[in-house]
């Protein structure tokens, strides 16, 4: 109990520093596009300017404020003379809770604080309003990170349908009969749940910070994920915690990397439009997974079942135009600000 009170007082004390954070300028573009909450921008961040200065450039006459959650919400709440947009690449929706032993109870009270912290409420004082929270029709669109991972601010419909094919006709070339995990840490158990559950099954190699047993992602790879992963038959790559529509870019580098991905996030349905779940193996945070086990063993077994399984499309048929529908709406939402 004092080490949660402990917690609580740093987790406070951070907030009242973190109020006093400084803006981070992006680029040398006039001070036009600022950060805040943000200890440096990030991919995410960058790719929102470079899609805004794709499709606005100079003609560009409103000043923007780019809002992150790695800091004080109050900081949302401040008035100013620009457009204030958020996005997060981190979940704020409820996650699902497992029993599970490993979960971390300071980790829980962090999260929580989280969420109180950047609530509806406080996110509709934005002009605009990004991540994987759900459209309200208003100032909320749902973006969610994976897209800006894989596709380029300045990305048309044909360079989504090229893109979407090439990960549809990507073959597996794994040659090692293990399973893969890249994480820097469990919080929420259930990737400990997935390790224990395959521990008689399935030989599992520990390349991140979590549990590591190889150096071989930094010594051999340098450090580059998708190469190192396209060794193995199986991907572990469930996401930091299972939440709704709380999908990252994990599955879709297990698809790029030819690895069957293990998975456990978005209620087990993840982006139910546009991945297909013929070749991804969805871990019950519950029960005891007998089918799954069985399966792998299978796929273990018989080279020629594990290839045809992974070789088939991962993506629908429509999983283009939906993809586009989020850039194309997110243009959309831009232009009634920005304009």
């Not at 100079?58 to 109050?74: Q, W």
């Not at 069957?260 to 209620?267: A, D, F, Q, T």
């Amino acid at each position: 109990m004092i080490k949660e009170w402990n917690y609580k007082l740093k987790l406070y004390l951070n907030d009242i520093l973190l109020s006093f954070n400084k803006s981070y300028k992006m680029y040398n573009n006039n001070d036009k596009i600022i950060y805040l909450n943000y200890a440096n921008p990030t991919r995410a961040e960058d790719w929102i300017s470079q899609f805004i200065e794709y499709y606005y450039g100079k003609s560009l006459s409103k000043k923007i404020a780019i809002y992150g959650v790695f800091g004080s919400p109050k900081i949302l709440k401040r008035k100013s003379n620009r457009i204030k947009i958020f996005f997060s690449g981190e979940n704020l929706i409820q996650h699902n809770i497992y029993n599970t032993s490993s979960s971390d109870k300071l980790a829980e009270i962090f999260l929580e604080k989280r969420y109180r912290d950047f609530n509806e409420k406080i996110l509709s004082d934005m002009n605009l309003s990004l991540g994987f929270i759900e459209s309200n029709g208003k100032n909320m669109f749902r973006f969610p990170l994976w897209i800006i991972y894989f596709f380029k601010p300045n990305s048309t419909y044909q360079d989504i349908k090229e893109r979407v094919d090439f990960i549809n006709n990507i073959k597996s070339i794994a040659n090692i009969n293990k399973a893969v995990v890249i994480n820097s840490h469990d919080n929420w158990g259930i990737r400990t749940k997935i390790c224990d559950d395959l521990n008689d099954t399935l030989d599992i190699v520990y390349a991140g910070k979590w549990r590591n047993n190889t150096n071989d992602l930094w010594k051999k790879y340098n450090n580059d994920k998708i190469k190192y992963v396209s060794n193995f038959k199986f991907n572990i790559c469930a996401e930091n915690m299972d939440a709704p529509g709380y999908v990252t870019e994990k599955i879709f580098e297990s698809y790029l990397a030819g690895s069957i991905p293990i998975y456990i996030g978005s209620n087990n349905n993840p982006e139910p439009d546009i991945i297909l779940k013929d070749n991804v193996i969805l871990w019950d945070c519950i029960n005891d997974n007998y089918d799954n086990l069985k399966l792998i063993k299978k796929l273990n077994k018989d080279e020629k079942f594990y290839y045809k399984y992974f070789n088939r499309p991962k993506l629908s048929k429509h999983a283009s135009e939906y993809i586009y529908d989020y850039i194309y709406n997110l243009k959309k939402h831009l232009d009634l600000i920005l304009k």
